[in-house]
């Protein structure tokens, strides 16, 4: 928040409307088919969103790691009120600053400069599904795993391979023979 310009005072108020918890590997943060009202700052630990496939296992969708991906949330649940179509759960043990949709709108009432910040995460929001389309449209499984370790090494090290792969939208298989050639 500081490199957008807040002062520490701002940064104090925004950071007292959230309630610091902890979870554990295995919780589940938000479930699907329900309205979201609140959204998470991941300060540490790593979420993924998935959502089951046709044989009901986990098909992710992203995940949630600091520092760079760090705002926990389902944008359509949480911008336009409709049900969340993933479900959210905790990789590793993590502790997040929780919001309620109040505290957003409290903040985002009080503080222009929050509008700069939601401006700067939505355009950064939208690079980074722009260079998902281009991996899954253009990149053979070698080259989607060499953009995920160059990306996002920490995924590589602390995500189960099964996850990534079905994030890749690769077969475990594949993902196993590619690592192998890398």
């Known amino acids: 928040m500081e490199k957008t310009g807040f ?39 790593i979420l993924g969103g998935w959502k089951p496939n046709e044989n009901f296992d986990k098909k992710f969708m992203q995940f949630f790691y600091s520092p760079s991906h760090y705002l926990i949330v389902d944008y359509e649940c949480f911008v336009e009120d409709k049900p969340a179509i993933q479900t959210i759960e905790v990789l590793e043990d993590a502790t997040i600053l929780f919001y309620s949709r109040k505290h957003y709108f409290e903040v985002k009432d009080k503080l222009s400069k929050f509008l700069d910040l939601e401006k700067r995460t939505a355009e950064r929001k939208f690079l980074e599904s722009q260079k998902l389309v281009t991996m899954f449209q253009n990149c053979d499984a070698i080259e989607r795993i060499k953009l995920i370790q160059e990306s996002s090494p920490e995924i590589m090290t602390k995500v189960p391979y099964s996850y990534i792969a079905s994030f890749l939208g690769l077969h475990r298989n594949t993902f196993a023979q590619a690592i192998k050639k890398l």
């Open 7 to 45: 002062t520490f005072p701002e940064i104090e108020y925004v950071l007292s409307l959230g309630e610091r918890i902890s979870l554990k590997k295995g919780t589940i943060f938000s479930q699907p088919n329900k309205c979201w009202e609140h959204l998470g700052i991941l300060e540490s630990g």
